[in-house]
T-cell receptor
Framework: DVKVTQSSRYLVKRTGEKVFLECVQD?????MFWYRQDPGLGLRLIYF???????EKGDIPEGYSVSREKKERFSLILESASTNQTSMYLC???????????FGQGTRLTVV | GENVEQHPSTLSVQEGDSAVIKCTYS??????FPWYKQELGKRPQLIID?????GEKKDQRIAVTLNKTAKHFSLHITETQPEDSAVYFC?????????????FGKGTLLTVNP
């Protein structure tokens, strides 16, 4: 079974804090993704990575950065959290070449 | 970039009826079209997918059709059951190599009434 694990299920942070969301996968997949899920807006791609230290901007990268130092770990960073970043964040991983993507359980982040 | 439109946003059916969800995509280079089901409080999970060299694919009560000319693909669920109630997302992907990314539609909330 593929395991994609996000470090926190729920997180509450203050405006202006630097926030780290961690995602770890155990399937040796090359591709990893960070999505944001909001009601009525679906899953929007923030950043993705196709190799260690390689990253690409998705559709809504503003206010976020990512880090991929090891193949199994992909981190999403909110440099200075704002209330409009309150959302559900989903990590996903895939083996590449138009194959199934597997999702983590999600982190519900609230910025107050 | 790719844009995926999904309709309807909500769909309510009676148990045993069929449900159809439709998606369109903008980039003719897209060549992989998965469908994900997300139950309340759970992560999205793949239920069926189709590649651009195939026009239709079935898996028990679920089928997906693809019209590349119209850039349109649809999910069909027959003999719906209450456990089919969930949010369904379509997606499109460009690229056959290692740098592919999935662009999702906004989702359809399907409610199956007993």
């Amino acid at each position: 079974d593929v395991k994609v694990t996000q470090s926190s299920r729920y997180l509450v942070k203050r405006t202006g804090e630097k926030v780290f969301l961690e995602c770890v996968q155990d399937m040796d997949h090359e591709n990893m993704f960070w999505y944001r899920q909001d009601p009525g807006l679906g899953l929007r791609l923030i950043y993705f990575s196709y190799d260690v230290k390689m990253k690409e901007k998705g559709d809504i990268p503003e206010g976020y950065s990512v880090s991929r130092e090891k193949k199994e770990r992909f981190s999403l960073i909110l440099e200075s959290a704002s209330t409009n970043q309150t959302s559900m964040y989903l990590c996903a991983t895939g083996g590449g070449g138009n194959t199934e993507a597997f999702f983590g359980q999600g982190t519900r982040l609230t910025v107050v | 970039g790719e844009n995926v439109e999904q309709h309807p946003s909500t769909l309510s059916v009676q148990e045993g009826d069929s449900a159809v969800i439709k998606c369109t995509y903008s980039d003719s280079a897209s060549n992989y079209f998965p469908w994900y089901k997300q139950e309340l409080g759970k992560r999205p999970q793949l239920i069926i997918d189709i590649r651009s060299n195939v026009g239709e694919k079935k898996d028990q009560r679920i089928a997906v059709t693809l019209n590349k000319t119209a850039k349109h693909f649809s999910l069909h669920i027959t003999e719906t059951q209450p456990e089919d109630s969930a949010v369904y997302f379509c997606a499109a992907s460009i690229g056959g190599g290692s740098n592919y990314k999935l662009t999702f539609g906004k989702g359809t909330l399907l409610t199956v009434n007993p």
